[in-house]
């Protein structure tokens, strides 16, 4: 398992920006898939945007265009702009260390989770 710590949470208004990171324990190049998720209260934890070992991402459809996601050699990062009150909820970062390098959004996709970092958007 692959130990994962996020920061950068925080407070903001409509519209403003964020910058979520995830520090690793091992090198991230080394990781077949890394990926966002969050979970708001009383709903289910969904996929927010992967990247696999080639640097491949993908992203949910209510983010696209807004959230970026990206990494070095040490750090996951999630760049979220235009943000909305919609995007309110714990934000996790999870790791898959093996196997196949298509990245999915399911939480049983990976096998390591950081702790989270809490988003609120307010209006």
């Known amino acids: 398992q692959v130990l994962l710590v996020e920061s950068g949470g925080g407070s903001v208004q409509a519209g403003g920006s964020l910058r979520l990171s995830c520090a690793s324990s091992v090198h991230t190049f080394a990781a077949r898939c890394m990926a966002w998720f969050r979970q708001a209260p009383g709903k289910e934890r969904e996929g927010v945007a992967t990247?696999?070992?080639?640097?491949f991402t993908t992203y949910a459809d209510s983010v696209k265009g807004r959230f970026t996601i990206s990494k070095d050699k040490d750090t996951l990062f999630l760049q979220m702009d235009r943000l909305k009150p919609e995007d309110t909820a714990m934000y996790y970062c999870a790791a898959r260390k093996w196997g196949s390098d298509t990245c999915s959004d399911r939480t049983y996709d990976y096998d390591s989770w950081g702790q989270g970092t809490q988003v609120t958007v307010s209006s």
């Open positions: 990247i696999n070992v080639d640097f």
